[in-house]
């Protein structure tokens, strides 16, 4: 039995991941720290503590250090698996700091930009309009060279591109997930066709393991990583009492239901979706000019 299994590892994740075997996972899913400057004095900031490590960085340390877990994730990954890397867009000093600034310089094929409205916002200044979204990454590492892969089944196909959802508020860490979201990824991701294709999920920053937590509601194995042994603990104790959360997860697969497919939408002449031409289309409403 492989010892990484269904284990959570503590250290640092770079670290850890360079112990692990190639090509052994089939998705990730994680949040890093976000290098939130702890000298910069704001809500998230005094809110987000993590125990036993710092997140204060130069930023170019920070990208760098962020490249190399994501190529030593990527080796880790089997040929046609997938990360979801959750990060925001942040600024310093006014200057914008952009997730994709480093991860156009991973090994990744970038598949998706997903927006997590979060509906609430860390910094509520006037200096910009408020900020409630969060950004997940669909990285995808090509089976040789076809970069597209496989389609989803359409039933999670249905979900957009806009996932709204509020943060966790029912855990004592500091930045957990909520569980519906590592739900959404691992069940659009092997799919939920009877037999269970079981794989592997990984977090390298797996905090209070909810991504654990929901790759054993479904059915899958886990490796976690962190550098607490207080949030470990934590998730260990999620994890035997797994099923206490599995009403919630429940909640979120059930949102995975198309009535009708693609297929039977087109045997019954109903709307496939079908592009109108330009001319086709209603003229848009003229608005009247306000006069002086
Ligand atoms: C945003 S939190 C992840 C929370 C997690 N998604 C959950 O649902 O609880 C980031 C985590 O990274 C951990 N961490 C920070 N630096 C680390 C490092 N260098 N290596 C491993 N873990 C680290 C922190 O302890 C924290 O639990």
Redesign the pocket.
Known sequence: MDSYKNNILL????QVLKSLPSEIVDCSI????YNKQEKQKGWLVKNVI????VDSFPEDIYQEHQIAVLNEAYRVTKQGGSFFYNHKVRWDKGDLLHPMDWLRKTKWCIKQEIIWDRMIAANIRGWRYWQVEERIYWLYKPMGTHKIGNELESRHAKLTSIWRGSPERN?P?P???PLWFPVRVIASMFGMKEPLNRGLVL?????????LVAAKLLGHDFIG????QE?IEHAKSRLENYKAENERCQKELALHVVNKTFSNRKDNGENTGKHRGFFEQKPAKQYQLLEN
């Open positions: 250290g640092d994740s770079l994680t949040s890093p720290p993590y125990e036993n490590s855990n860490h930045a957990p997930f977090d390298p920053y797996s905090g209070s393991g909810t991504s990583i962190d550098a607490s949030y």
